[in-house]
């Protein structure tokens, strides 16, 4: 079943606060609250494909601590990791 992309938007505002680990709770959530509603469809779904993996690999790919494997190395990483910088630097 596919579902549209706005439904998909409201599944990615609620998982990025349970991701298990708070910290990355707290980036992606803040990432999801300013910058979801503007992210392509491809974007979408690069981010629901990042929310399949462990969280704390998730908080050291887009803090800069280790790079990110290839499969998520894209145009929603990039995004994430200057999210992140603007929050460390703002």
């Not at 680990?21 to 992606?28: A, G």
């Not at 979801?36 to 399949?52: C, D, I, N, R």
């Not at 994430?80 to 630097?89: E, I, S």
Request: charged share 20%; hydrophobic share 40%.
């Amino acid at each position: 079943m596919t579902h549209d992309l706005e439904t998909r938007r409201k599944r990615l505002r609620y998982r990025t606060g349970h991701t298990g680990i708070k910290e990355t709770d707290l980036l992606l959530g803040g990432f999801a609250a300013s910058h979801l509603a503007a992210l392509t469809a491809t974007q979408v779904g690069q981010f629901e494909a990042l929310l399949e993996a462990v969280g704390h690999d998730i908080l050291d790919w887009v803090t800069g601590r280790v790079p990110a494997p290839a499969a998520y190395d894209n145009e929603l990483m990039v995004l994430l990791m200057r999210y992140v910088a603007g929050q460390r630097n703002p």
